[in-house]
């Protein structure tokens, strides 16, 4: 009898230790509202670079689970396979990428290009880590790790001002384009003008 509660007991640690790894990153977070964020870099003249931060699985439940909970989204999301995981992944950038929208003072649009993604492993890892909070009850008192991602959009002409317009998985997104042009994009105010 002993010996059966000296299983469980290391068993029940054991399940503690793993919660506390995929939980323990994500808890840096916990007295920080969550947030996705764009910050906007001028390359040169004509070229500015886009640098995001976000919470990936916000991003992914509207475009692989709007039909879902959240809850039921990221419990099927977590239990996928790597290889599946991966291939549901590559549908939500090309949606991110098609929903990108960046237009000059002319209207002309100015074509975002030069993606780079965080790699398949992060947007996992941080799926696994809601799971976890979800698992502990935390509720809003903790968020996993941000994903980061970039971007790159060149005119043909010098930029000053610029529309800018994104997929609305990523609303609200908090948009730092200069210490003095901060602004909401949400899916109220789903577009905005920045000044360079």
Not at 33 to 44: A, E, G, P, Y
Not at 58 to 71: A, R
Not at 117 to 125: D, R
Not at 135 to 143: D, E, K, R, T
């Amino acid at each position: 009898m002993k010996h059966g509660l000296t299983q469980v007991r290391f068993a029940t640690v054991g399940y503690f230790f793993l919660l506390a790894t995929l939980v323990g990153p994500a808890l840096a977070f916990a007295h920080e509202q969550q947030k996705n964020r764009l910050i906007i870099k001028r390359q040169d003249a004509q070229c500015i670079h886009l640098e995001f931060s976000v919470a990936a699985p916000l991003v992914l439940h509207p475009i692989l689970g709007s039909k879902q909970t959240f809850d039921a989204f990221i419990n099927k999301a977590s239990g996928l396979s790597p290889e599946a995981f991966q291939k549901d992944l590559e549908k939500a950038l090309t949606a991110i990428e098609k929903g990108a929208l960046v237009k000059g003072p002319d209207e002309r649009k100015i074509p975002v290009r030069k993606w780079v993604w965080a790699p398949p492993t992060l947007w996992q890892q941080s799926i696994h880590q809601q799971r976890a909070l979800i698992m502990a009850g935390a509720g809003n008192s903790g968020h996993p790790s941000p994903v980061e991602f970039t971007a790159t959009a060149c005119s043909k002409n010098p930029i000053s001002r610029l529309l800018l317009k994104f997929d609305s998985s990523l609303y609200p997104l908090f948009v730092e384009a200069s210490q003095s042009d901060q602004f909401w994009l949400t899916a109220d105010i789903p577009t905005a003008v920045a000044d360079f």
